[in-house]
T-cell receptor, first 116, second 116 residues
Framework: DGGITQSPKYLFRKEGQNVTLSCEQN?????MYWYRQDPGQGLRLIYY???????QKGDIAEGYSVSREKKESFPLTVTSAQKNPTAFYLC???????????????FGQGTRLTVV | AQKVTQAQTEISVVEKEDVTLDCVYE???????LFWYKQPPSGELVFLIR??????QNEISGRYSWNFQKSTSSFNFTITASQVVDSAVYFC?????????????FGSGTRLSIRP
C-alpha cells in the first residue's frame, strides 16, 4: 500500500546526542515536509523539500538538519544544538506538478521524541 | 507572509449540538489553497477538505460543512449534530501557489471536546 512511514514511533535519547528520524514515502511525491508539534500547540514547519537534493528552512529550522538524496526519503536530524527537542514530529509529502498544487499533504503517523 | 489564525483554542459542547470552528488566513497571493485536517488522539493527521481560492462555493459532506469567504479571509468549519467521535484537534492550513510554492502553513489548532 502507498503511504508515508515514519520510524520509530517512540524514541528516547540522552541530552546532547544527535538523533535521526526516518521518513520514507512510496507515493512518488516530489515535496516532503517536517513539522514539529508541542503539547497543546499547532504544527510548526521545520524544513521542506520540493525536489531531490534541494530543501528550504521552515519557521523553526535552528538545531535541525535534513537531507534529500532520494525522492523517497527525507530524514531529519535533531542535533544537540536544539534546545528543547522533546516533541512530536510529523513528516508529510505532496505532489507538486502544475495540476497538483491544490493537493493535500499526506502525513505519516509521527515520531514522539523524548530527550532525557 | 502567509499566516493562519485559529483563535479558538478549545471548544467543548454537548453531543448533538452544532459547532463552528473558525479559521482566518493571510496571504499576498491571488492563488492559494486552504485545507482542514483532523488529528485524533492517535496523532496522525486526517485530511478533511481542500479549497482553492477561485472556488468560493460552500461544501457540505454529511454532518460537515465549510464556509469559504474571501471577503473576510475566512474558511470556517461547521459540524452539525456533533458526536463524541468528533472529539479531536482540528487544523486549518494554507498553501500559496506562487510566493512560497509547496510550503504549507498550519494554524495552531482547535481542540474540540464533545461531551455525551
Amino acid at each position: 500500500d502507498g503511504g508515508i512511514t515514519q520510524s520509530p514511533k517512540y524514541l528516547f535519547r540522552k541530552e546532547g546526542q544527535n538523533v535521526t528520524l526516518s521518513c520514507e514515502q512510496n507515493l512518488n511525491h516530489d515535496a516532503m515536509y517536517w513539522y514539529r508539534q508541542d503539547p497543546g500547540q499547532g504544527l510548526r514547519l521545520i524544513y521542506y523539500s520540493q525536489i531531490v537534493n534541494d530543501f528550504q528552512k521552515g519557521d523553526i529550522a535552528e538545531g535541525y538538519s535534513v537531507s534529500r538524496e532520494k525522492k523517497e526519503s527525507f530524514p531529519l536530524t535533531v542535533t544537540s544544538a536544539q534546545k528543547n527537542p522533546t516533541a512530536f514530529y510529523l513528516c508529510a509529502s505532496r505532489p507538486t506538478g502544475d495540476f497538483d498544487m491544490n493537493t493535500e499533504a499526506f502525513f505519516g503517523q509521527g515520531t514522539r521524541l523524548t530527550v532525557v | 507572509a502567509q499566516k493562519v489564525t485559529q483563535a479558538q483554542t478549545e471548544i467543548s459542547v454537548v453531543e448533538k449540538e452544532d459547532v463552528t470552528l473558525d479559521c482566518v488566513y493571510e496571504t499576498r497571493d491571488t492563488t492559494y489553497y486552504l485545507f482542514w485536517y483532523k488529528q485524533p488522539p492517535s496523532g496522525e493527521l486526517v485530511f478533511l477538505i481542500r479549497r482553492n481560492s477561485f472556488d468560493e462555493q460552500n461544501e457540505i459532506s454529511g454532518r460537515y460543512s465549510w464556509n469559504f469567504q474571501k471577503s473576510t479571509s475566512s474558511f470556517n468549519f461547521t459540524i452539525t449534530a456533533s458526536q463524541v467521535v468528533d472529539s479531536a484537534v482540528y487544523f486549518c492550513a494554507l498553501s500559496e501557489a506562487w510566493s512560497s510554492a509547496s510550503k504549507i502553513i498550519f494554524g495552531s489548532g482547535t481542540r474540540l471536546s464533545i461531551r455525551p
